[in-house]
């Protein structure tokens, strides 16, 4: 179709994202610092980085909250940018923040999602349907997002932002505040997303006991990517023996400091 | 190909997948179709809301209720309004009111919307519609009509209150057509305060109370023969559509760039009352160039005054049209101000930095 000079053909392999030379500043803040990162398609990556290590801000600037002033981010090879389109239909976020409507019912908050991109009617409730049977709530679709648990409203967001079939799923600190159980479902819920629809996922997370020794792992902190890579090049290159103590080791920071 | 070479055994297996599916290509473009979707879906979930929020819903009929059943009866004999175009007899003061009311109805709407959608910019709804691949004015666009949608509910509720109490029953029909409202009224604070009934229970009683009214209604018209509504109501919706629009991307275009009008308080002061008052909606302007040429003079350039105007012909099936042209004028000049505006990634709203941001 439409393949303008920016698009890199498919074919040739363009990553689910790709963060290349992206700084952003508040005033004299440097949030991000020369950020590059990169998620292949069916990759689960974990970004991994403390409170104000500028993991939401890279998620404003991929969901177009702001403009990325400097480099480039492209989705699929789709500048974000120049063409915000083709990158946001392929492109499925689940934001920090609650973002349903309490006073509705869970089918009611997905058929708005539905049609925020253009799928109505038939089409639209059967996606509905199918997003609440991934997640298992489909037995609930008629109740209010007021009566859910935070697990389970959780739950709702990611049916959310599948509706569309994005293939890169973005998820900010998606386990914040839930308890084990919940933490569990909500994990294995993506991870067999990935496994079996081949999803490339970005999973922001300041919560090491997340990540898995087959995932990509990127570490974040203040503002700077410190490492890219697997698990077992975390370990080896920081000469440690689990994640958290990789991180502690790569960023500098001491038990205190990770405490708070 | 892939950088992390440790781990790209993982990743050919994945990728023979990928290429089974359907976003290998570009994804579809989106058609007009696709458009009408989406503003339904918007709009729709505005009115929904609405509807669902039984405070919010009652709280914004009682206001210009109160203006309607107080004030105005309180100004009936203190103000008299002599023959002006629209109006072809002595009006009530009531009458010379009930567009200023509706008026009223569209600005408390905008800028609850409005603010909503500065307030919700970062965090919560407003970040899952500018995800949506739609350009970001026509989500906002529509968002904003949105809210005129609900306006527009409370602006005929409204009237139809307004035609009852101009009709000038017996108490007997007044009784009649408030029995079930005080009902559900009463269920309701009762079931808030104890909890005893379930959902459902709830939802089948605003049901068949919705029903019983219409019965009541169709039935009190029935019986005391009652005319038709003095007024148009079906003319007065363009006006009520195109003012509310005008209204609701003046408040997005403030709100996007004056900080203090952040909350609600500050919007009652600085933008709501000054707008109402010194303006056509509660006395004519004739009257207002008697006491004060200046604040006339602040009263034509305000482009409530217009909407007002607007109105109060389309009420009677005529068109103001220098109202017309003001307030299309102001609408294009507000809803291109407020999209720049408000792009968070390039108006200035970004270099405002966010609502908690110390800048």
Known sequence: ?260 | MSAYSATTRNYEAVETRITERAWEFDPPRLGLRAYVTCFDGIVWREVLRYLYQRERFLSALVRPLIWLFIFAAGFRQTLGVSIIPPYETYVLYEVYVAPGLLGMILLFNAMQSSLSMVYDRETGAMRTLLVSPFPRSFLLVSKLIGGVAVAAIQAYVFLGIFYFWEADLPPNAYLLLLAAPTLLCVFLIFNGATERFSEAFVQNCLAATAIAELAVVVGVIYYWQLSAPSMNYIAVLPALIISGLMLGSLALFMSSVIRQLENFAGVMNFVIFPMFFASSALYPLWRVRESSVLLYELCLFNPFTHAVELIRFALYGQVDWTSLAVVLACTATFLGAAIYAYNPSKGLIARRGGPGAGV
């Open chain 1, 1 to 260: 179709m439409d393949m303008a000079t920016d698009t890199q053909p498919i074919a040739g392999g363009a990553p689910a994202l790709l963060v290349k030379n992206v700084s952003h500043n508040f005033g004299e803040n440097l949030a991000l610092d020369d950020v590059s990162l990169e998620v292949p398609p069916g990759r689960f990556a974990v970004l991994l980085g403390l409170n104000g290590a500028g993991k939401s801000t890279l998620f404003a600037l991929i969901t177009r909250l702001y403009d990325n002033v400097t480099g480039d981010i492209r989705i699929f090879g789709h500048d974000v940018r120049r063409r915000a389109s083709a990158a946001l239909q392929r492109l499925g976020v689940v934001f920090q923040s609650r973002t349903l409507d309490l006073d509705l019912s869970l089918k009611q908050n997905l058929l708005y999602h539905c049609a925020l991109h253009g799928i109505r009617g038939r089409e639209a409730r059967k996606r509905t349907g199918r997003a609440l049977q991934i997640v298992g709530l489909a037995d609930r679709a008629r109740e209010k997002i007021r009566n859910l648990s935070g697990g389970q409203a959780r739950r709702v967001e990611i049916a959310r932002s599948l509706l569309h079939e994005p293939a890169l799923l973005l998820l900010d600190e998606p386990t914040v505040g839930l308890d084990i159980g919940s933490r569990e479902s909500v994990i294995n819920i993506v991870r067999s997303l990935v496994e079996k629809e081949g999803l490339g996922v970005l999973w922001a997370t300041h919560l090491f006991d997340e990540v898995r020794p087959t995932d990509l792992v990127i570490v974040l902190h203040k503002g700077r990517v410190l490492f890219t890579g697997s698990v077992p090049e975390l370990l080896a290159k920081t000469g440690t023996q689990n994640v958290s103590d990789a991180f502690r080791k790569i960023t500098g920071t001491g038990v205190t400091e990770m405490a708070a």
